[in-house]
T-cell receptor, first 113, second 114 residues
Framework: AQKITQTQPGMFVQEKEAVTLDCTYD???????LFWYKQPSSGEMIFLIY??????QNATEGRYSLNFQKARKSANLVISASQLGDSAMYFC??????????FGTGTRLTIIP | DSGVTQTPKHLITATGQRVTLRCSPR?????VYWYQQSLDQGLQFLIQ???????AKGNILERFSAQQFPDLHSELNLSSLELGDSALYFC?????????????FGSGTRLTVV
């Protein structure tokens, strides 16, 4: 069975600082994909970044990067130079086996001015 | 606009009633997924359809059913509603067929059962 663990229920970070959101996963499937989504207070799910299990390099998308450590089964999201608009819930998710996504419980990030 | 359209955005109904949530996937996407997000259960996968056929089933109650129509839009039917069914219901779509493509989410339908 697939499982995603996010151990940080909430984080407070000063504006302009970098922040790392933790995510560990468990799967026996050699082929899988890892996703991060942002959910602001308005409720929509916004795709941030994707990492495939066979990708040799860590994924990056603007201020977002994914610190992928395959042996440790971790896929942490790094947000550089945080902004007030980054305040939101962040979900790590995994696709393996069949096509559905399995989500973690999320981390609520609050950026402090 | 993500390209996935969900209607209605908000729904308030009484216990025991039946509602239908609608989802139009992004153009070209063949797979539709339904998720339920509640405070106590988090994001739970309900069901997936691919090109009109049920592909996978998750934690979907027997009171809930879904279908995908020939034009690829999907409907989630919730019946005999209970207070605990109050949640945000998301639809997501992807090209599907085993290929690794992004999952695009709609903005959700917020269901409140009173």
């Amino acid at each position: 069975a697939q499982k995603i663990t996010q151990t940080q229920p909430g984080m407070f970070v000063q504006e302009k600082e970098a922040v790392t959101l933790d995510c560990t996963y468990d799967t026996s499937d050699p082929s899988y994909g890892l996703f991060w989504y942002k959910q602001p207070s308005s409720g929509e799910m916004i795709f941030l970044i994707y990492q495939g299990s066979y990708d040799q390099q860590n994924a990056t998308e603007g201020r977002y990067s994914l610190n992928f450590q395959k042996a440790r089964k971790s896929a942490n999201l790094v947000i550089s130079a945080s902004q007030l608009g980054d305040s939101a819930m962040y979900f790590c998710a995994m696709r393996s086996g069949n096509e559905k996504l399995t989500f973690g419980t999320g981390t609520r990030l609050t950026i402090i001015p | 606009d993500s390209g996935v359209t969900q209607t209605p955005k908000h729904l308030i109904t009484a216990t025991g009633q039946r509602v239908t949530l609608r989802c139009s996937p992004r153009s070209g996407d063949l797979s539709v997924y339904w998720y339920q997000q509640s405070l106590d259960q988090g994001l739970q996968f309900l069901i997936q359809y691919y090109n009109g056929e049920e592909r996978a089933k998750g934690n979907i109650l027997e009171r809930f059913s879904a279908q995908q129509f020939p034009d690829l839009h999907s409907e989630l039917n919730l019946s005999s509603l209970e207070l605990g069914d109050s949640a945000l219901y998301f639809c997501a779509s992807t090209l599907g067929g085993g290929l690794v493509y992004g999952y695009t989410f709609g903005s959700g339908t917020r269901l409140t059962v009173v």
